[in-house]
């Protein structure tokens, strides 16, 4: 199933700094029915890996995460940003394009012997989703597919990840 994703992404170059093209998926939000396609594609193409769990990286991809989860049957785990979870957290700090961060998990979250499917919007250097994935190994959980909305392939971002990779919009430039 494929849909016409690139003609609802709008892109702001130098942004968050000089040198960064931003993909924005807000058009995709704003409206109802694309957005309802969006969601049932991510939920097609998840599918093959019977994924027990779905996990959403900070912040778009609690966006998508979730509707997928409802779609399917699903629960939702979310990894967040540095500082944005209570109790104990496992954490993991990775490279941005534009700088660095730390994503988190909490401990108490029950992903010991988990098929998990990790939901982003935006796949450029990896950093993020590696830095996800290796939580969730840490975790116990056994990582099956990353799905994202849009890939920039000439970053190789999937190079850094164990888990297949799944996008919707491939952007080569």
């Known amino acids: ?100 961060a730390t994503l988190a998990v909490q401990c108490d979250r029950a992903l010991t012997g988990k098929r998990v499917v990790l939901i982003d919007d935006l796949l450029a250097t990896g950093g993020t989703l590696a830095a996800a994935e290796q939580l969730l190994i840490d975790s116990g959980a056994s990582v099956v597919g990353c799905m994202v909305l849009i890939e920039l392939t000439e970053l190789h971002g999937r190079d850094k990840l164990k888990a297949p990779v799944k996008s919707l919009q491939v952007y080569a430039e």
Do not use: C
Request: without cysteine; charged residues 20%; proline residues 9%.
């Open 1 to 100: 199933m494929t849909i016409p994703l690139h003609k609802w992404i709008q892109t702001y170059p130098n942004f968050p700094k000089p040198g960064i093209l931003f993909y924005d998926i807000a058009p995709i939000l704003e409206n109802p029915a694309f957005l309802k396609q969006t969601v049932e594609t991510l939920a097609a193409h998840i599918d093959a890996w019977s994924p027990d769990l779905l996990v959403g990286i900070d912040s778009r991809g609690f966006l998508f995460a979730t509707p997928v989860a409802l779609a399917r049957g699903l629960g939702v785990v979310m990894i967040r940003k540095k500082g944005k979870l209570p109790g104990a957290v496992r954490e993991a700090s990775y490279a941005l394009e534009y700088g660095e």
